[in-house]
């Protein structure tokens, strides 16, 4: 399996199972081998080899993991983003899934952890965003009245000069970009159809 995971007991946090992914993550991250407890992450989390991070950049106390919310309080988390800061700055981004275990009595005994590392995605995602800023700053740059418009006749793109011009047929000075992307231009101006 290529998903991390990690089967911790409840409430001791002593971890069970590590499969391959797990053990091979955690060596590349940490340059350890998967810890024999939850607890021992915040040993390593204070010793600033490594650092979990919200996406937003926040610092992740190992409270909050996710296994550890699962073990304590029986929450299900899924497709929870944590960067995992390396000592020497490398980012590495990894999306969560954890659910608590059960017994016959309903009570918590362990909770599993699915990890999957998502950085090249990250990464791409990042891509797209720059080229599509570089895109969006070509075209603004552009200064003649400019529009794109699909197959369907619904404005992709307009640059500042032409939504002045929309504004000013229009009779409208408030008709904003976001009230004009993806409106169909014969919607928009019914009286230029044909």
């Not at 069970?16 to 590349?28: C, K, L, M, V, W």
């Not at 309080?73 to 497709?79: F, K």
């Not at 020497?88 to 590392?117: C, N």
């Amino acid at each position: 399996m290529p998903a991390a995971v990690l089967i911790a007991e409840a409430p001791s946090g002593k971890i069970i199972f590590s499969n391959r992914a797990a053990r091979q993550g955690t060596e590349r991250i940490l340059s350890q081998p998967v810890p024999q407890e939850l607890e021992q992450y915040r040993d390593l989390h204070d010793s600033s080899n490594f650092k979990m991070l919200h996406p937003d950049g926040q610092p992740y106390e190992v409270e909050e993991w996710p296994m550890t919310r699962s073990i304590r309080s029986g929450e299900e988390v899924r497709d929870e983003e944590i960067i995992h800061l390396l000592g020497d700055g490398t980012q590495l981004w990894a999306r969560y899934d954890s659910y608590p275990i059960y017994d016959e009595e309903g009570r918590i005994v362990a909770g599993v952890l699915v990890s999957r590392d998502i950085t090249e995605q990250k990464r791409a995602e990042q891509e797209l965003r720059e080229s599509n800023r570089r895109t969006e700053n070509i075209l603004e740059s552009i200064t003649d009245e400019y529009f794109a418009v699909d197959r369907q006749w619904r404005f992709t793109h307009i640059n500042e000069r032409a939504l002045r011009s929309i504004q000013t047929l229009k009779g409208d000075e408030e008709l904003t970009r976001e009230e004009v992307l993806e409106k169909n231009q014969w919607e928009l101006f019914p009286e230029f159809l044909g």
